[in-house]
């Protein structure tokens, strides 16, 4: 079962405006939620993460969107830019506190000069 | 601060021959992890060590799987024998604690294994 799921596999900006990742999830014990970004063949790196109790977390051009009742979230990217063309993932990490990551599939972003 | 080291950084192997995975976590980080990701699909993990004991290893499959992690530092994933299915990049990552503020993991840059 697919707990973590980021519907859209690519999504093409042109510089300057707005890139909206979207991310889905099924399982409401969720206690944090982080977005990482992965260059080709390199590891992801942490971008920026969100706990279940806030709705709201902004880091410098990035910010993330949590709406519980939806279960779902979103990460903003005002203005895209061209270094921003990467693969993002979503990823939740459960109430257990075990460390154990879920991730999605992964987004390709594209970032048009 | 130097990240986490992975190697080799390709593999190619035939079906049911082994192979080993070597990784260097940040130095001081007490938690590694090893992620397998499919190509198309989000990492999944394998298995995370907590120093040198095991925490979760439920998705290993460990008839074919096994890792080590001696000393608490370096650690090695093995696939003995390999099947086709395995053809994935083998990431490992490393934090410096348990975090309950959201886990920020440093990955390796992986090493991607073709199995023919």
């Known amino acids: 079962d697919q707990q973590v799921k980021q519907n859209s596999p690519s999504l093409s900006v042109q510089e300057g405006r707005i890139s909206i990742l979207n991310c889905d999830y099924t399982?409401?014990?969720?206690?944090?939620f982080l977005w990482y970004k992965k260059y080709p063949a390199e590891g992801p790196t942490f971008l920026i993460s969100i706990s279940s109790i806030k709705d709201k977390n902004e880091d410098g051009r990035f910010t993330v969107f949590l709406n519980k009742s939806a279960k779902h979230l979103s990460l903003h990217i005002v203005p895209s830019q061209p270094g921003d063309s990467a693969v993002y993932f979503c990823?939740?990490?459960?109430?257990?506190?075990?460390?154990?990551?879920?991730f999605g599939q992964g987004t390709t972003l594209q970032v048009k000069p | 601060e130097a990240g986490v080291a992975q190697s080799p950084r390709y593999k190619i192997i035939e079906k049911r021959q082994s192979v080993a995975f070597w990784c260097n976590p940040i130095?001081?980080?007490?938690?590694l992890y090893w992620y397998q990701q499919i190509l198309g699909q989000g990492p999944k993990l394998l298995i995370q060590f907590q120093n040198n004991g095991v925490v979760d290893d439920s998705q290993l499959p460990k008839d074919r799987f096994s890792a080590e992690r001696l000393k608490g530092v370096d650690s090695t994933l093995k696939i003995q024998p390999a099947k086709l299915e395995d053809s994935a990049v083998y990431l490992c990552?490393?934090?410096?604690?348990?975090?309950?503020?959201?886990?920020?993991?440093?990955f390796g840059s992986g090493t991607q294994l073709s199995v023919l």
């Open positions: 990552a490393s934090s410096l604690v348990r975090e309950g503020a959201g886990e920020k993991l440093f």
């Open positions: 399982n409401s014990m969720f206690d944090y």
């Open positions: 990823a939740a990490l459960g109430s257990s506190n075990t460390g154990k990551l879920i």
């Open positions: 130095s001081g980080h007490a938690t």
